[in-house]
């Protein structure tokens, strides 16, 4: 499974971004999608997540401003982040995992928040 994000950029306090992050390989195995983040000195963590049924999760510092969807056809995910503040600064890593536990991970899309 490969996994390739695009997306970021820099972008003004209260805006907005749309990240993608699409998949190729043995995408057929693949259950929970989602995105993860890590700030400089920070550990990585989960933004939002995804079930091939459509169930979404999301951490509490991004809830009612992200929004987490997927395409099946397009075997495609996307993070629509608005309201962005200077705190969500991070690179971005889109994550998929398997039902018996195996993690895929993107190489990183970096965020930056700033007037």
Same mark, same amino acid.
């Given at each position: 499974?490969?996994? !390739?994000?695009?997306? &970021?950029?820099?972008? $003004?306090?209260? =805006?907005?971004? /749309?990240?993608?992050? #699409?998949?190729?390989? @043995?995408?057929?195995? !693949?259950?929970?999608? &989602?995105?993860?983040? $890590?700030?400089? =000195?920070?550990? /990585?963590?989960?933004? #939002?997540?995804?079930? @091939?049924?459509?169930?979404?999760?999301?951490?509490?510092?991004?809830?009612?401003?992200?929004?987490?969807? /997927?395409?099946?056809?397009?075997?495609?995910?996307?993070?629509?982040?608005?309201?962005?503040?200077?705190?969500?600064?991070?690179?971005?890593?889109?994550?998929?995992?398997?039902?018996?536990?195996?993690?895929?991970?993107?190489?990183?899309?970096?965020?930056?928040?700033?007037?």
């Amino acid at each position: 499974v490969q996994l !390739l994000e695009s997306g &970021g950029g820099l972008v $003004q306090p209260g =805006g907005s971004l /749309r990240l993608s992050c #699409a998949a190729s390989g @043995s995408i057929s195995s !693949l259950n929970v999608m &989602g995105w993860f983040r $890590q700030a400089p =000195g920070k550990q /990585r963590e989960l933004v #939002a997540s995804i079930t @091939s049924g459509g169930i979404t999760n999301y951490a509490d510092s991004v809830k009612g401003r992200f929004t987490a969807s /997927r395409d099946s056809a397009k075997n495609t995910v996307y993070l629509q982040m608005n309201s962005l503040k200077p705190e969500d600064t991070a690179v971005y890593y889109c994550n998929a995992k398997t039902p018996l536990g195996t993690n895929y991970w993107g190489k990183g899309t970096l965020v930056t928040v700033s007037a």
